[in-house]
Structures are given as C-alpha cells and as structure tokens.
Nanobody, 121 residues
C-alpha cells in the first residue's frame, strides 16, 4: 500500500506564500503522476496542479502564474509552491498519486489525508 503524507498547510495573510509537501512511502512501487487537489467548504474537490514522472505539468486556470508544482522523483515527493494567495484559495489541499504497486502487481491510486490552507483578508 502506498501512503501519502502532506505537510506545510497553515494560516497566511492575503498576498502571502505557502509551500506544501507530499511524500509517498511504501514497499515497492513506482509513480506515474502526482498532483494536488483542493476542496473548499460546500464545493467539489478540484484539481489544482499535476506533474508526471517526465516533468510535464498542468494547472487550473485559477492558479496559473501563482502556483508552481514540482517533483523530486528520487524522494517520491511533490511540492506545491503557492504565491500571491487570496482568500479564495482557502481549502483543504489533498495530494494524490497514481502508479504501480509491485507487491500487489497492480495499479494504485492514493490520496493524502489533506492539509488545511487558510488565507485571511
């Protein structure tokens, strides 16, 4: 089983920055893609940014130019640098990963437990 552990959330004033981290752990696996999603109260979970093992990235239009996703393949870790934060960015942020579990010899899809990001005005 591949587990994801997030860190880096918190409270920040509008215009500030935060950096989220998500580390994957397990016995024997490979990751194809990792990403960050967020869910604000009363809203559906939405994709914020994603990155493939080859380094290709994609972003939600609402965060382009402000957020940057990056990945350390050697550490199985993905980061989300968030700049120019606004109250609209307030949400629980979830890390996700998809890949292959070699112990189970099957694909996997995992989610982190979520980390709260609150932006005050």
């Amino acid at each position: 089983q591949v587990q994801l552990v997030e860190s880096g959330g918190g409270l920040v004033q509008a215009g500030g920055s935060l950096r989220l981290s998500c580390a994957a752990s397990g016995r024997s696996f490979s990751i194809n893609a990792m990403g960050w999603y967020r869910q604000a109260p009363g809203k559906q979970r939405e994709l914020v940014a994603g990155v493939t093992s080859g380094g290709s990235t994609n972003y939600a239009d609402s965060v382009k130019g402000r957020f940057t996703i990056s990945r350390d393949n050697a550490k199985n870790t993905v980061y989300l640098q968030m700049n120019s934060l606004t109250p609209v960015d307030t949400a629980v942020y979830y890390c996700s990963a998809v890949g292959r579990d070699y112990i189970k010899n099957s694909p996997f899809s995992s989610w982190g437990q979520g980390t709260q990001v609150t932006v005050s005005s």
